[in-house]
Every structure is written in structure tokens, then in C-alpha cells.
């Protein structure tokens, strides 16, 4: 769990939300979390993936803490 709210934390304050200046970096690393989020949501209901429907809500309980 600890290294899940990890990644989630550094992927958001690396895709510079909440900033207006943005660089290749920041959308390089928002790309990476829309596929993250992407493939999750893909996997979501598959057996062999019971994990992903964690991370979402942690990612969603994050992304609405953070706003």
C-alpha cells in the first residue's frame, strides 16, 4: 500500500498540476499516469489482476484529497 500512495503521490507532483508554466517533463509524466490509469481500468475486472481496483480508488481518494 505504502509503495502504491508512492508512485501515485510522485506521478502527480511530477505532472505539474496546479502549475502554469509546463515543460516536456510534466507531460511526459502525465502521459505515463493516463496509461497507468488506462491500463488499470482495463485489467480492472480480470482475476489475474485483483490489485488494480485498489489502486484506482487510492488514486481517486488522492486525486480528490489533492484538489
Not at 19 to 47: C, H, M, Q
Amino acid at each position: 500500500m505504502q509503495a502504491a500512495r508512492t508512485i501515485i503521490s510522485f506521478l502527480t507532483k511530477r505532472s505539474g498540476k496546479g502549475k502554469v508554466t509546463k515543460n516536456s517533463n510534466e507531460a511526459e509524466y502525465r502521459a505515463i499516469f493516463d496509461n497507468l490509469i488506462g491500463d488499470l481500468l482495463a485489467v480492472l475486472f480480470w482475476p489475474e489482476w485483483p490489485a488494480a481496483g485498489v489502486l484506482l480508488t487510492m488514486i481517486c481518494k488522492y486525486m480528490v484529497h489533492v484538489s
